[in-house]
T-cell receptor
Framework: GENVGLHLPTLSVQEGDNSIINCAYSNSASDYFIWYKQESGKGPQFIIDIRSNMDKRQGQRVTVLLNKTVKHLSLQIAATQPGDSAVYFCAENKGYGQNFVFGPGTRLSVLP | GAVVSQHPSRVICKSGTSVKIECRSLDFQATTMFWYRQFPKQSLMLMATSNEGSKATYEQGVEKDKFLINHASLTLSTLTVTSAHPEDSSFYIC????????????FGPGTRLLVL
């Protein structure tokens, strides 16, 4: 569960296209996952969450997929907009009251 | 939804001085709060877990005497960076998870500390 974030991966997508951001989590005991969006100079903003008893959850324009077998999480953003440009972090949690462990983050750049 | 606030949002101080950062849960009680630190272009790293009415639990490598945490009430945790040095310059973010909120953590807006 260590964060190694010295080189932030970047995903560039055309406005209107769909985006897929991937995350590999570390702890098989984690049972709760959240995707956060962080804009420059701001704290993390909750996007969507999913518990380990589910493999898919949909929100407004966003979908999170969870594959527990390979410990993989993905965030799909439909019809990506300029306002979606930010750094996206996945975070895993082992239970209520516990801290979250953050992934290294992915920078999403939306091209006009 | 639940709201967590931090104050100040930005602080500049001279090397050797101490800085206090407040984290408040505005519409719910937070028995546990977490303090994270984020260096530029890096992810959030947990510094310590703040528990109301008891001592904070620090992560390995975080000096408890340098980063003093006080969680005296169910709505307030403070982080004091003592004798700050330029390498302490960072973005400090708190989060809260407690009774009254949904089962998730709510993050504060962060405090950017710059030590000259």
């Amino acid at each position: 569960g260590e964060n190694v974030g010295l080189h932030l991966p970047t995903l560039s997508v055309q406005e209107g296209d769909n985006s897929i951001i991937n995350c590999a989590y570390s702890n098989s005991a984690s049972d709760y996952f959240i995707w956060y969006k962080q804009e420059s100079g701001k704290g993390p903003q909750f996007i969507i969450d999913i518990r380990s008893n589910m493999d898919k959850r949909q929100g407004q324009r966003v979908t999170v997929l969870l594959n527990k077998t390979v410990k993989h999480l993905s965030l799909q953003i439909a019809a990506t907009q300029p306002g979606d440009s930010a750094v996206y972090f996945c975070a895993e949690n082992k239970g209520y009251g516990q801290n979250f462990v953050f992934g290294p983050g992915t920078r999403l750049s939306v091209l006009p | 939804g639940a709201v967590v606030s931090q104050h100040p949002s930005r602080v500049i101080c001279k090397s050797g001085t101490s800085v206090k950062i407040e984290c408040r849960s505005l519409d719910f009680q937070a028995t546990t709060m977490f303090w994270y630190r984020q260096f530029p272009k890096q992810s959030l790293m947990l510094m310590a877990t703040s528990n109301e009415g008891s001592k904070a639990t620090y992560e390995q490598g975080v000096e408890k005497d340098k980063f003093l945490i006080n969680h005296a009430s169910l709505t307030l945790s403070t982080l004091t960076v003592t004798s700050a040095h330029p390498e302490d310059s960072s973005f400090y973010i708190c989060s809260a998870w407690g009774a009254g909120s949904q089962e998730t953590q709510y993050f504060g807006p962060g405090t950017r500390l710059l030590v000259l």
